[in-house]
């Protein structure tokens, strides 16, 4: 439950901002971004989800900076 731990590969990621199939979120703002936000949440803050739906469930909201569920629910064809 309440997602993983991030690894060290998975904050280098994270914390240069480059693209990644995961979400996360951090327990004290109770705020899940996005890969490419540019919020800075301390390490031992932060859990890692792949699915978007499971952070929802567990408590956490969108961030207003990324909006993670925007870019989620456009890919894929819109036209
Ligand atoms: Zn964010």
Redesign the pocket.
């Known amino acids: 439950m309440a997602g993983r731990a991030v690894t060290e590969a998975e904050w280098a990621v994270l914390a240069e901002r480059r693209p990644a199939p995961w979400f996360?979120a951090v327990v004290t703002t109770g705020?899940?971004?996005?890969c490419?936000?540019?919020?800075r949440p301390l390490r031992r803050n932060v859990r890692l989800y792949d699915r978007l739906e499971a952070a929802l469930a567990e408590g956490f909201r969108?961030?207003?900076?990324?909006?993670?569920g925007i870019t989620a629910a456009t890919s894929g064809s819109s036209r």
């Open positions: 996360f705020v899940v971004c996005c490419g936000c540019p919020a969108a961030c207003k900076r990324c909006k993670p």
